[in-house]
Nanobody, 115 residues
């Protein structure tokens, strides 16, 4: 059974940067498309970045241009680097791995941006 564990969240001032990590165990991430989502209380979980098995990336408009999703299949790890963070980026950030047969979610990591 696969497991994803996020880390790298925390408290950052407006304009700051963070690098989130998502480490997989029990599965090989190279076989999965990978996503970063975020969720604030009372709202639906929002897809913000995706990277497929070929390394092709896409971003939601609110993070485009200041975020980079990347993967290191050798280290079984997914990353999300976010720059110029703003208070509206405050959320719990989740990673997801999926293919035609399976979906795995991490437990989330809190990112709080102070103004």
């Amino acid at each position: 059974q696969g497991q994803l564990v996020e880390s790298g969240g925390g408290l950052v001032h407006s304009g700051g940067s963070l690098r989130l990590s998502c480490v997989a165990s029990g599965i090989g991430l190279g076989m999965y498309a990978l996503n970063w989502y975020r969720q604030v209380p009372g709202k639906e979980r929002e897809l913000i970045a995706e990277i497929d098995t070929y390394g092709t990336t896409s971003y939601e408009d609110s993070v485009k241009g200041r975020s980079t999703i990347s993967r290191d299949n050798g280290k079984n790890t997914l990353f999300l680097e976010m720059n110029n963070l703003q208070p509206e980026d405050t959320a719990v950030y989740y990673c997801k791995a999926y293919n035609w047969r399976e979906i795995y979610w991490g437990q989330g990591t809190q990112v709080t941006v102070s103004s």
